[in-house]
């Protein structure tokens, strides 16, 4: 299980979720987390620990609530939690947005880099702010950042 909610335990930020961002973001970005994110209906038994987003537009939540076996729930505060619930919710005015929120706040503390498996032309000009990944080829001349 993750060390960083325990099951049964439900949070809710309703007015704002910048909070449960910051706690959040700051496992992942550490390397803390081991939580994977897949559609609620969807988890696998693969022993990980897996996050999913449950939200007022998804078709029938209630049946997706009840079936889930995600470690780590995000839900709209509007939808009802089944009393046999087990596992760790989160719950936000809007489980989409809260998700686009968080991904974003992921990527914003990811600090830049360059992996030594990327092909990177002597003549290219990459940025300060820029993350180049595994495998990736930059050609003579180019700009990026």
Request: charged letters at 25%; a negative charge.
């Amino acid at each position: 299980m993750n060390r960083l909610m325990s099951r049964d335990k439900i949070f809710e930020f309703v007015d704002g979720s910048p909070e449960v961002h910051e706690v959040l973001g700051k496992e992942f970005v550490a390397g803390a987390s081991e939580f994977k994110v897949c559609p609620a209906d969807k988890v696998p038994k693969d022993g990980f620990s897996y996050m999913a987003f449950i939200g007022h537009t998804a078709k029938l939540p209630l049946d997706l609530l009840a079936r889930t076996t995600a470690d780590l729930l995000v839900v709209d505060v509007g939808i009802d939690l089944p009393s046999s619930l087990s596992c760790c919710v989160i719950r936000v005015r809007n489980a989409r947005l809260f998700f686009c929120e968080l991904l974003s706040f992921l990527i914003s503390a990811r600090k830049p880099s360059i992996s030594p498996l990327a092909s990177i032309h002597p003549s290219a000009i990459i940025g300060d702010d820029c993350s180049i990944c595994d495998f990736v080829s930059i050609a003579e001349d180019v700009v990026i950042g």
